[in-house]
């Protein structure tokens, strides 16, 4: 019913910059909250950020003052500008939507099927 493609991401230097786009296609009435969550090998998926469909924002401490999250309605898109990048911020990136296909529905989760960002000199 939603699909999500994530894209942006890539092998940057430490203090490095990227950003990732998120992109809903499908049956779509309504988006709500948008999350990033990423993804390390061996470590629970950790939520990233997080942007309300009326833009309010939070973001985990390990981000906060380096990522900025925001969002399109127009273009049903969710963006991570992700700056002073850190080895440690190496993971698959997932987009996360809630979304209504249709008037008086249930929210549905849906989620995309990762980027890989690295970071490393």
């Known amino acids: 019913q939603v699909q999500l493609v994530e894209s942006g991401g890539g092998l940057v230097q430490p203090g490095g910059s990227l950003r990732l786009s998120c992109v809903a296609s499908g049956i779509i009435f309504r988006i709500n909250d948008m999350r990033w969550y990423r993804q390390a090998p061996g470590k629970l998926r950790e939520l990233v950020a997080t942007?309300?469909?009326?833009?309010?924002?939070n973001y985990s401490d390990s981000v906060k003052g380096r990522f900025t999250i925001s969002r399109d309605n127009t273009k049903n898109t969710v963006y991570l500008q992700m700056n002073s990048l850190k080895p440690e911020d190496t993971a698959v990136y997932y987009c996360?939507?809630?979304?209504?296909?249709?008037?008086?529905?249930?929210?549905?989760?849906?989620w995309g099927q990762g980027t890989q960002v690295t970071v490393s000199s």
């Open positions: 996360n939507v809630a979304a209504q296909t249709r008037p008086s529905t249930l929210w549905g989760d849906y």
């Open positions: 942007i309300t469909r009326g833009a309010s924002t």
